[in-house]
T-cell receptor
Framework: GAVVSQHPSRVICKSGTSVKIECRSLDFQATTMFWYRQFPKQSLMLMAT?????????EQGVEKDKFLINHASLTLSTLTVTSAHPEDSSFYIC????????????FGSGTRLTVV | AQKITQTQPGMFVQEKEAVTLDCTYDTSDQSYGLFWYKQPSSGEMIFLIYQGSYDEQNATEGRYSLNFQKARKSANLVISASQLGDSAMYFC?????????????FGGGTRLMVKP
């Protein structure tokens, strides 16, 4: 079945540094990728939608200059958290639109970001 | 208004018994899809079941069934014969419209705890 590989699974970074999270579709072409953020004990909140070869569409309240999304190929989308602060500590998870199976969406395994 | 509402933040169920997790939704679209995901403590999102708005039969996948009541806009998940491994967060989600790029909107989640 469709697989989305997300790396890293866990990262700790210092305040002010940038962190890049990768999501790679392994056996299908992901024309659309969704990026979610999940704070502890809360639900998944959509941050942005990225389409291959075009600029990402950000949800209201999400700073596009802080959360840089690149979807340069049909198999790779990246989220870069720039100048990270402790309040950016969260669980980030990507999801690719997958038209092959009933699930319709394939999720990465998530990245737990801790900013110290 | 919330698009997806899960009114049970936490639920207990005895092992081997059935449990129903509630989900109501709000949309003006005629075509939409409803999903249930399980999220264990590892964070991965595990697809459980899907119901299309035009599907006349309630969806079933093994021990999972979806009680779809369109007029009431509810899509409750029924888990039969609960197992200890069913303890996790459960999220109801909706995709609106026919556009393949449409994102999933998630409810607040229900934490299910299965008692031995």
């Amino acid at each position: 079945g469709a697989v989305v590989s997300q790396h890293p699974s866990r990262v700790i970074c210092k305040s002010g540094t940038s962190v890049k999270i990768e999501c790679r579709s392994l056996d299908f072409q992901a024309t659309t990728m969704f990026w979610y953020r999940q704070f502890p004990k809360q639900s998944l909140m959509l941050m942005a939608t990225s389409n291959e070869g075009s600029k990402a569409t950000y949800e209201q309240g999400v700073e596009k200059d802080k959360f840089l999304i690149n979807h340069a190929s049909l198999t790779l989308s990246t989220l870069t958290v720039t100048s990270a602060h402790p309040e950016d500590s969260s669980f980030y998870i990507c999801s690719a639109r997958d038209l092959i199976n009933k699930a319709g969406y394939t999720f990465g395994s998530g990245t737990r970001l801790t900013v110290v | 208004a919330q698009k997806i509402t899960q009114t049970q933040p936490g639920m207990f169920v005895q092992e081997k018994e059935a449990v129903t997790l509630d989900c109501t939704y709000d949309t003006s679209d005629q075509s939409y899809g409803l999903f249930w995901y399980k999220q264990p403590s590892s964070g991965e999102m595990i697809f459980l079941i899907y119901q299309g708005s035009y599907d006349e039969q309630n969806a079933t996948e093994g021990r999972y069934s979806l009680n779809f009541q369109k007029a009431r806009k509810s899509a409750n998940l029924v888990i039969s014969a609960s197992q200890l491994g069913d303890s996790a967060m459960y999220f109801c989600a909706m995709r609106e419209g026919r556009n393949a790029g449409n994102m999933l909107t998630f409810g607040g989640g229900t934490r299910l705890m299965v008692k031995p």
